[in-house]
């Protein structure tokens, strides 16, 4: 599994997600990329399995000539790629292939899969989520928080102080710096074996480009 986090106001955006990859109870890598810039307007992270992952890359992503889907967000970054649509085309290539995950997974199934979305519409950030973990339907943002993968509990004391360290001043100004430690506060303090300490950061008015913060 996998965190990932955006958080998006009216002025500005930024997704985050953690960079362990797990095969089983094995980590194979801490440094694995799980986002993608599809253009200066718009970018995706994933949450999940890389075989369900890797579908939601496909939706987005047809004619790419791919290669295996652990290094697919790694190869795209290197090779500069793009995509020629915007955020209500990607929107809704996830949304069709969102659905059909969700009729594949059983209730209660330790297999989920999440997705983030960040872009512009009607000139102004936005940002879209989707979790087949416990969501009916995904929500759609232009102020606040959303969280997908290896989340706290709903209602649970972790998720409550998780929300605080994210929300802070309610912008996005340096919001890096509190998605990051949302993400450590939940691989760390609350001992989460799925997610690490490594973030990875996009942020919409810097054209999505990554960034990497590492742990100590």
């Not at 929107?91 to 997705?115: F, S, T, W």
């Not at 008015?205 to 990554?210: A, R």
Request: aromatic share 6%; hydrophobic share 35%.
């Amino acid at each position: 599994m996998t965190l990932g986090i955006g958080f998006v106001d009216p002025s500005d955006g930024v997704i985050a997600v953690d960079g362990r990859l797990k095969r089983g109870d094995i980590v194979r890598s801490e440094t694995v990329l799980k986002s993608m810039r599809l253009n200066d307007r718009l970018a995706v992270a994933f949450a999940g399995r890389m075989g369900d992952i890797r579908r939601l890359q496909e939706v987005l992503a047809p004619d790419y000539s791919w290669s295996d889907s652990i290094q697919f967000c790694q190869d795209w970054e290197d090779q500069a790629l793009s995509v020629p649509y915007g955020y209500a085309n990607a929107r809704n290539r996830l949304a069709v292939e969102m659905r059909r995950l969700r009729k594949e997974i059983q209730p209660g199934d330790d297999r989920a899969v999440g997705v983030l979305l960040i872009g512009k519409a009607r000139g102004a950030p936005v940002l879209w989520g989707w979790d087949t973990g416990d969501a009916d339907k995904p929500k759609e943002y232009t102020h606040g928080v959303a969280i997908v993968g290896a989340r706290p509990k709903t209602g649970s004391p972790g998720l409550r102080a998780l929300l605080r360290i994210l929300e802070g001043d309610r912008t996005a100004k340096r919001a890096e710096g509190r998605l990051s430690r949302g993400i450590r506060y939940c691989a760390d303090d609350l001992g989460n074996p799925d997610i690490n300490a490594n973030v990875s950061t996009r942020r919409l008015s810097e054209k999505n480009l990554c960034r990497w913060h590492m742990s100590d």
